[in-house]
């Protein structure tokens, strides 16, 4: 008993939060941490947009009046507010869907399999950040009319 007592043991890691002042510059955050805060922050832009996302179902589907009411805000502008300003605001209401719609998927994928290594987890991370990027310039060529 006083072989093990006597015994020194490995000193842990010792793990400590991130000062916002000091450490956020120098803080390298793994493609995972990037997928799981945008993750989070696509979930808060679409529950913010809600609104406009009823909006636009609403007038789209109401009659061939509001349709083309629907039209002419993406084209020439509504509120004041050109065109373009409300393509980019629907520009990101298609990249926090795809990227939400991918992550959770990874997410479910993870949960189902219990695949949880560090080089799996940076992998699909990887893969979800370039979908979500892609599919949303592939749709947004397609929103401001490049074919």
Known sequence: MTELASK???????????NAFKDLTTY??????WVS??????GAIMFLLMPFIIWMFDTSISS???????????NIGMLGLPGFIWKLVALALIWAYLHHF????????MDVTH??????????ALVTLA???L?????????????
């Open 64 to 74: 061939e009046i509001s349709f083309e009411k629907f039209k002419a805000a993406f």
């Open 102 to 109: 991918i992550a959770g998927l990874r997410h479910l994928y």
């Open 28 to 33: 390298r955050m793994t493609p995972a941490a």
């Open 37 to 42: 805060i945008l993750h989070r922050a696509s």
């Open 8 to 18: 020194q043991r490995a000193k842990r890691p010792e793990f400590r939060n991130i």
């Open 131 to 133: 979908l979500s990027i």
């Open 115 to 124: 695949r949880l290594s560090n080089e799996f987890g940076k992998s699909t």
């Open 135 to 147: 599919l949303t310039l592939v749709l947004g060529a397609k929103l401001f009319g490049l074919y």
